[in-house]
């Protein structure tokens, strides 16, 4: 099957440069990551054959335009420079293109698979224009986002959904055994599956959601379906999370750290989980101050209880396997995706990451990119 | 076959009462445990019928003097009232003779298998005699030392002894392929076991033993193999904690929390663990001093790490399988006991806890009862 726009004579491209947000220093202390990035312009392909008619698409390559770029805590943990060794990724260097994921159109292809308009996720980083080669489609995560697909809701049941699914089904070993799960961030991308996993697939009885507002608290319970939402600004906070846990926490899911995790602790069942999936109140500060107390740690040993540090990267091999269950379970009405969606111009991008971090969005922060 | 000693005109019992350690009042804050105790006499055994003769040793019955005296964090923890229902065995009531393994010599008789002169190890709790009831001898945890064996050898080997196995090869999951271990309060009753088993049977390429005196560290490099010893009072432990893990901790085994615990998260190996088995630091506090900094946590999520609190007796099923082992290892001269032997009166006993939470022994901490 030929198509128009996969004609030699059609692939005159008018891109040969892309904006990029490359990594300039790295930042330093809370929330101060506005100086971290560059705007840049780069030659989108310097080794394109140039012709009078423009710059042609080589072979089984395909040029994107990104319109939506995911914000994801990760991207956060790359570019933190205090002890390279103890990332859980590779940390970028100075001069990188950001790492992100995100969704592109294709505007030029001389891939048959891949046509102009299709959209597809991939991790494109923080590019304006991209232009992949498709033999190395495994290192680009390459996937086409299926027709009549809202590519935020798309976005939405990636990296951070296998990362709930993974977490509380796997490492946390979720069972309707378990009484009482307690989640962080409820209402932000990860915690909003938890929870909905949690009470709609798992049937776990008493399922505690903690956000960080009223709004928030809304959320969890009348689109998750939490039994209960606590706002960890609340000042009865720590009575009222007692009060919301009166069999004790067979699992917290933690992406968060903070009091939501000291008082799990204090309140952890005989043979309770910890899932320490992330410590995003940790990343923009020095972390000498206090995460767990001697009271919270002593019934870790008292209670039996197991903390797993878990990152869903280890899962890679399974992630078929878990997408596909998952968008059974979106089918199926037991989960929706919950999403935020940003609207800004390119130029305006690492203001995603500031948004991310003050946490006020509910479910994936997404930001779609306006095209004049 | 009939023994002198059983013949009912032989059984006219001196004793009708016993000296006994009660808990007199739960104790607050740091080491005030001298006035938790209060030093009683109560009948040995009211319903013994009484004949002019003195009183009858009922059938099936043995009366022990008790001589040996084992002192263990959990014994501390057990009088803990602070949240009763986070122990991880029953709190004590006040009024209760206080719980304790010891090692008893059989006075007088009636049962075949008992003879007077032999020593019997239970749960006899600080009581200076006590009658035994064999029929229950599950409920008193009876064992005979065999004979030639030292008492306090014997307990070294003990309940602290198998709290070392299940912990460092079940929990931990150690193996030869871990290269670096580090074993909290290692020249102490559990460490010093732990330190052995990793060094001489499994085979850890880097054992590091921390203590609190240079004389503890002695002992840690010369008596239990390790290959580095650390005083966690020395002003460079930080530095020094740092240059004895250049590849990192695969496993932390922690009986005392405190700046041990915290280093060896830091520098935590990707897939690390630790056996969270103790907190002798902070049974004293009230536990809202900080047990983990938030740069010591994450470090649990990106490095994967797992920290599981444990209780021997959650392996009570195995416990004879164990015993068997470690005595084999013992006999193969690759594991040997430590301990320190405190000699004092039984109305001194209780200062044995303040012995054991001061730390400045070495191995089991055993009370040798002096009698006149």
Redesign the interface.
């Known amino acids: 099957m030929t198509e128009p726009s996969l004609h030699p004579s059609a692939q005159k491209s008018r891109h040969t440069v892309s904006r990029q947000w490359i990594l300039h220093q790295y930042p330093q202390r809370s929330h101060s990551i506005s100086g971290a990035f560059k705007l840049i312009e780069r030659p989108l392909h310097p080794s394109t054959p140039s012709t009078p008619q423009g710059t042609c698409i080589p072979a089984n390559k395909i040029l994107l335009r990104t319109l939506w770029f995911s914000n994801d805590p990760a991207q956060r ?1 790359r570019i933190n420079n205090a002890s390279p060794d ?3 990724t590779d940390l970028m260097r100075e001069g990188d293109v950001m790492s992100a994921t995100a969704i592109g159109e294709v505007i030029e292809s001389s891939h048959p698979e891949y046509r102009k308009g299709d959209l597809v996720r991939g991790a494109f980083g923080w590019s304006e224009y991209v232009l992949v080669d498709t033999d190395s489609s495994r290192d680009w995560q390459l996937v086409k986002i299926p027709p009549k697909t809202n590519p935020a809701d798309f976005m939405a049941m990636g990296g951070t959904a296998l990362t709930a699914y993974f977490g509380l089904l796997s490492v946390g070993a979720a069972t309707s055994a378990d009484k009482t799960i307690v989640v962080s961030a409820a209402a932000a991308a990860i915690g909003s599956i938890v929870t909905q996993i949690a009470k709609n697939v798992v049937g776990i009885k008493r399922v505690v959601g903690i956000a960080g507002s009223e709004a928030q608290c809304e959320v969890i319970k009348e689109r998750c379906g939490a039994d209960i939402a606590l706002n960890y600004k609340s000042p009865n906070f720590r009575r009222e999370f007692e009060e919301a846990t009166p069999e004790y926490v067979d699992i917290y899911f933690d992406v968060t ?1 903070g009091e939501a ?1 000291e008082l799990s602790l204090r309140r952890i069942a005989r043979n309770g989980r910890v899932v ?4 995003i ?2 990343y923009d ?27 869903v990267s ?1 899962f890679k091999d399974r992630f078929p396997e878990a997408r596909e269950q998952v968008f059974r379970w979106v089918r199926q009405g037991k989960i929706h995706p919950l999403k935020t969606v940003w609207r800004a111009k390119f130029e305006e991008l690492p203001q995603g990451m500031v948004k991310l971090l003050k946490g006020e969005h509910v479910g994936k922060l997404v930001t779609e990119i306006i095209t004049e």
């Not at 002593?298 to 039996?304: E, L, R």
Request: glycine share 12%; hydrophobic share 45%.
């Open positions: 943990t103890r990332l859980c750290g995790l320490a999936c992330g410590a109140f940790r500060s020095g972390g000498e101050e206090m995460a767990v107390s001697a009271k919270a740690w002593t019934n870790i040993i008292f209670m039996k209880a197991r903390v797993e540090g878990f990152t280890e």
